[in-house]
């Protein structure tokens, strides 16, 4: 099975700075996709932004954008100009283009400071 | 459009007990999936479908069981509930295979004692 690591189990950012969440992932397979999900206290999963592992160009969602390494596995998430509702834990994901599971990292939790 | 719907959204079992958590999508979706999310940890996948009558299984499916008959509903059911089920549940869907993007509803905290 592919294996999704995040490394930093908290992160903290003051207000209005720039933070980097971390994510690397194991995979033999040339084709997947990579996603970050926010999970904020109400539980409720939300999709932040997607990655097409056939795709150079790196995926940005206004704030969010990632740095996607296709060939050190790395799939980092920058979050811009953060906000007090950006506060919530992030888990990294992985999915094979062939496949129908989905494998999600630990998560990191994410703290904005006022 | 409601999305994708859970219930109960919190459940206490003693240990023996079986329950079934209730999850249904109005968004006409093939593929609906159940998660479990330990404290400190990601999403396991438990089981998922691709559509009405066919289930699969994914990571941990030990101690559950599940059902597809319609395209709006896909229960999980517990059988002989143990402490080591106690967890945040999550159910999702998507449209396609490769509709990459997962709807979730909002989970079911469930505590086996």
């Known amino acids: 099975a592919q294996t999704v690591t995040q490394s930093q189990p908290e992160m903290s950012v003051q207000e209005a700075e720039t933070v980097t969440l971390s994510c690397t992932y194991d995979?033999?397979?040339?084709?997947?996709?990579l996603f970050w999900y926010k999970q904020p206290p109400s539980r409720q999963m939300i999709l932040v932004i997607r990655?097409?592992?056939?795709?150079?160009q790196n995926a940005t969602e206004n704030r969010f954008s990632v740095n996607f390494q296709k060939a050190a596995k790395s799939f980092s998430l920058k979050i811009s100009d953060s906000q007090l509702g950006d506060a919530a834990m992030y888990f990294c994901?992985?999915?094979?283009?062939?496949?129908?599971?989905?494998?999600f990292g630990t998560g990191t939790s994410l703290t904005v400071i006022p | 459009n409601a999305g994708v719907t859970q219930t109960p959204k919190f459940r206490i079992l003693k240990i023996g007990q079986s329950m079934t958590l209730q999850c249904a999508q109005d968004?006409?979706?093939?593929?609906m999936y159940w998660y479990r999310q330990d404290p400190g940890m990601g999403l396991k996948l438990i089981y998922y479908?691709?559509?009405?009558?066919?289930?699969d299984k994914g990571e941990v499916p030990n101690g559950y069981n599940v059902s597809r008959s319609t395209t709006e509903d896909f229960p999980l059911r517990l059988e002989l509930a143990a402490p080591s089920q106690t967890s945040v549940y999550f159910c999702?869907?998507?449209?396609?295979?490769?509709?990459?993007?997962?709807?979730f509803g909002p989970g079911t905290r469930l505590l086996v004692l």
């Open positions: 994901a992985y999915r094979s283009a062939r496949g129908n599971q989905f494998y």
């Open positions: 479908s691709v559509g009405a009558g066919i289930t």
């Open positions: 968004m006409n979706h093939n593929y």
């Open positions: 999702a869907s998507s449209l396609t295979r490769d509709m990459e993007t997962q709807y």
């Open positions: 995979t033999s397979e040339s084709d997947y996709y």
């Open positions: 990655q097409e592992a056939y795709k150079q």
